[in-house]
């Protein structure tokens, strides 16, 4: 039996509700679509440091509306990648030493905290997800065989995730989702290291990092984490000081 809409008072004012929560859903969607998108083109260098950031040619790119193109550019200047000048409008953050440095030593202070707290609580799971992590990490080249001075994008996520793995078992979500964006504020920085330190032995610093955490040396652990990030921060302190 066909019912009828008019038995329900409510039915056109509920429809209405729907279709605004829809449509709201729809617009948050889209935001994050064009986030995703512009944080890629950026992270993939499309979009330089310092570059100004013109509306037409992010439309273009995401393929949206000027809406959910600006609405990615407050969180993308929110979280640092992005400023904002009244007279000149958004442009990508430039590279900063002094933001290379508080990153560095925030990454050391909280992965280190993450790292000790992984060590003491981490189970056979933990110590599998490392293993797994870093295999699959050291199955692929870091750079790209045609553009040598740039990190294949199959490699970094794998290196992401052996960096997420190390400190998965601290038991702070808080803690986590801080490593989290530290490790996003750092990879702009990051990509640009890789053009000036070639000759560095990355893969041996990684395995000696998941040696000393899966023998349960917290100290041991930590330094050899503190010290992979410092030479990052020394080869790009090179080439920041003489821009």
């Not at 692929?140 to 040598?148: A, E, H, K, T």
């Not at 990355?202 to 990092?209: G, K």
Request: proline share 3%; hydrophobic share 40%.
């Amino acid at each position: 039996m066909v019912s009828n809409i008019f038995e329900n008072p409510w039915h056109f004012a509920k429809s209405g509700n729907e279709m605004a929560d829809a449509k709201k859903k729809s617009s948050g969607t889209l935001a994050g679509d064009a986030y995703t998108l512009i944080h890629e083109a950026i992270r993939a260098g499309r979009f330089r440091p310092g570059d100004r950031l013109r509306f037409a040619e992010l439309q273009a790119l995401c393929g949206m509306s000027v809406t959910p193109v600006r609405e990615a550019l407050a969180r993308l200047t929110a979280e640092g990648f992005t400023t904002l000048d009244n007279h000149k409008g958004y442009s990508v953050a430039s590279l900063s030493l002094d933001e290379l440095r508080d990153i560095t030593a925030m990454r050391k202070l909280c992965e280190s905290e993450a790292l000790r707290l992984s060590i003491l609580h981490g189970d056979d799971g933990w110590e599998s997800r490392i293993i797994a992590a870093h295999h699959l990490m050291a199955r692929l080249p870091r750079q790209r065989d045609d553009i040598p001075s740039v990190v294949r994008d199959d490699w970094d996520e794998r290196h992401a995730a052996f960096h997420q793995a190390l400190i998965s078992a601290c038991r702070s979500p808080i803690l986590l989702e801080i490593c989290e964006k530290l490790f996003t504020r750092a990879d702009r920085y990051r990509r640009v290291s890789i053009s000036v330190d070639l000759t560095r032995d990355v893969a041996a610093e990684h395995r000696m990092i998941m040696d000393r955490t899966l023998a349960r040396d917290p100290e041991g652990a930590v330094e050899a984490l503190c010290c992979h990030y410092q030479e990052t921060a020394n080869s790009l302190e090179q080439v920041l000081q003489a821009m």
